[in-house]
């Protein structure tokens, strides 16, 4: 059965069911992060990766033509590309190796604000731990272990790599005419029956009506219209446009 | 107050808002952009509002976005890189290895210890140094410092660009170590030690077997300059690592976790110091120790003075308060 009542005030936010990391600002707001999980990690290092050799083989080709300078040339970009590739691209671009763009991904410090030098640099040079003993076999462990996805790197430095957050569309109420709920409805209710009516145009008519059937009894609609009524009480909830 | 008033009421706001992100996240003029913190607090009041009086996801979610976004443009942590730089040469560093010296203690104890003790040995006992090294390295070892040859360390007198292939690979190879050295501390600081260790158990082998086959003169005076760099450098790596570990092992009033984070703070700021240490060396490396033209004498003068330059930076550099100013 539905809440009676609107839960106090003060009550403790639910956890969340996804993987969701809560950050609380100093203005006493929860910011949701979502934190990446191993295999969109892997992958967006196996494009950084894949890069980097690309990078190092075009480079080591022009610089063979230079001779001696070239291969001293060639040791120092080595050493700058194997070390420093990724801390450059994550503090320059806030948080965002092009690998990590690609797969839509960024790495905040815990606190959700852009990684700075030392966190980077930091999280960076004990990849050297997470490779071990072969093939990022620690970083897989401590990663698939660890609540928030953090490798050994990310644990010592206080990051987090999270999705980047994507632009949000407005989207389309359906038209009902404006009503009134038939029965007091708790804040999470009422952002369910807004959820309902903002999220229909996502979902199979089919699945629209099965969700709606189900509110039916105990919002006291009739239930072949139940679809309708639940529209019309989101317009009512949403307020004249 | 229905959503849709509310919306309405404070679109203007919240649009005004977006562009001052905008202009912040390009890092275009930031002069436009004063009320950007009362701009701030007041979106993270409506969030607050749209939370507590149930409007709806949308609405919610991208006002989530515009406060995340704005939390991180308002609370990043700017780092004024180029003029930190001086003050960290200056005296930040060395007053962190003072701070720090129960783990710079133990790390030199480690390295230099080790190097002097094996050293010793295999001066003592000659053949000690093929069951420390393989044969075919100590062989390539002495192609490079025979003092017949006549010249340090390559075949051939090297020219300029060959100094620079040098430099190169010196940066490569030793800060390679460095950061291994380092970052195998989270091993509880075994890796750390172990490293310390065996680094300073392979010099200490090498220099040992060259004193005593006659090699000396050719090797200490190519040494003597960079190591003053280097090896300090890899014993403060060490330092860094130990700490690293020390934090996993006793944590003392805060969680695990924390203290790492803590201790990897500070450590981090150690390994800055070692890779600046770890370039002068190269440098040095390459450009003065391989220096044929100079005697022995001038080397060992020079290289004595550096010695004593490291361990003076580093014990007396910042204890004036206003020093980096």
């Given at each position: 059965m539905l809440e009676p009542t609107a839960p106090p005030r003060k009550a403790p936010l639910a956890?969340?069911?996804?993987t969701r990391h809560q950050v609380e600002t100093p203005e006493g707001i929860d910011l949701p992060l979502r934190p990446a999980g191993l295999p969109v990690r892997a992958v967006a290092f196996a494009i950084d990766l894949a890069l980097r050799g690309v990078i190092m083989g075009v480079l080591f080709i022009a610089l063979a033509f230079l001779g001696k300078l070239g291969m001293g040339l060639g040791s120092l970009l080595l050493f700058a590309i194997s070390w420093w590739y990724m801390v450059l691209f994550e503090v320059l671009r806030q948080g965002r190796s092009p690998g990590k763009q690609w797969m839509g991904l960024r790495v905040v410090h815990d606190d959700g604000t852009p990684v700075g030098w030392s966190a980077s640099l930091l999280r960076n040079l004990l990849r050297f731990v997470d490779l071990l003993p072969f093939g990022y076999f620690l970083g897989t462990l401590s990663c698939l272990h660890h609540s928030t996805f953090k490798r050994l790197g990310d644990i010592a430095a206080g990051t987090l790599v999270v999705y980047s957050e994507r632009p949000l569309t407005r989207p389309q109420l359906p038209e009902a005419e404006p009503r009134r709920t038939p029965v007091p409805l708790t804040l999470k209710e009422q952002r369910a029956v807004l959820s309902f009516a903002e999220r229909q145009n996502d979902l199979s008519p089919a699945r629209v009506n099965e969700l709606a059937a189900l509110l039916a009894q105990p919002l006291r609609i009739s239930a072949p219209k139940a679809v309708a009524e639940l529209n019309g009480i989101a317009r009512g909830l949403l307020g004249p446009t | 107050m229905k959503q849709s008033l509310f919306e309405s009421r404070h679109k203007a706001e919240w649009e005004r808002f977006a562009m001052a992100l905008e202009r912040l996240e390009h890092g275009k003029d930031t002069t436009q952009v004063s009320g950007f913190p009362k701009a701030y607090r007041r979106l993270c009041q409506h969030l607050a509002l749209a939370q507590e009086r149930g409007y709806s996801s949308f609405l919610i979610d991208s006002l989530q976005q515009q406060v995340l976004r704005g939390h991180q443009q308002l609370y990043r942590h700017r780092s004024h890189l180029g003029a930190n730089l001086l003050s960290f040469v200056l005296a930040d560093f060395p007053r962190l290895v003072r701070a720090e010296w129960r783990f710079v203690l133990a790390a030199g104890l480690l390295f230099f210890g080790s190097l002097i003790a094996v050293g010793v040995l295999v001066y003592a006992f000659p053949e000690l140094i093929y069951s420390l090294i393989p044969a075919d390295q100590v062989r390539e070892m002495h192609g490079m410092y025979d003092p017949v040859a006549g010249h340090l360390g390559r075949p051939v007198e090297r020219a300029a660009s060959e100094d620079w292939v040098m430099f190169g690979y010196y940066v490569m190879h030793n800060i390679g170590i460095a950061f291994q050295t380092f970052a195998s501390g989270l091993f509880l600081g075994v890796g750390s030690a172990f490293f310390l260790f065996y680094n300073g158990m392979v010099i200490g082998a090498v220099a040992g077997h060259l004193s005593d086959i006659g090699y000396g003169q050719t090797f200490w005076s190519f040494v003597i300059a960079h190591g003053a760099f280097e090896l300090t450098a890899i014993a403060l790596a060490g330092a860094a690592g130990l700490r690293l570990g020390w934090a996993l092992i006793a944590p003392g009033r805060l969680s695990r976790g924390e203290a790492l984070q803590r201790a990897a703070r500070k450590s981090v700021l150690l390994v800055c110091g070692v890779m600046l240490f770890l370039l002068i060396a190269a440098f040095i490396e390459a450009y003065?120790?391989?220096?044929?033209?100079?005697?022995p004498a001038t080397k060992y003068l020079v290289g004595a003075g550096l010695w004593a330059l490291v361990a003076v930076y580093l014990t007396f550099a910042g204890r004036t308060r206003h020093a980096p100013e």
């Open positions: 956890p969340p069911l996804d | 003065w120790s391989s220096k044929t033209s100079v005697t």
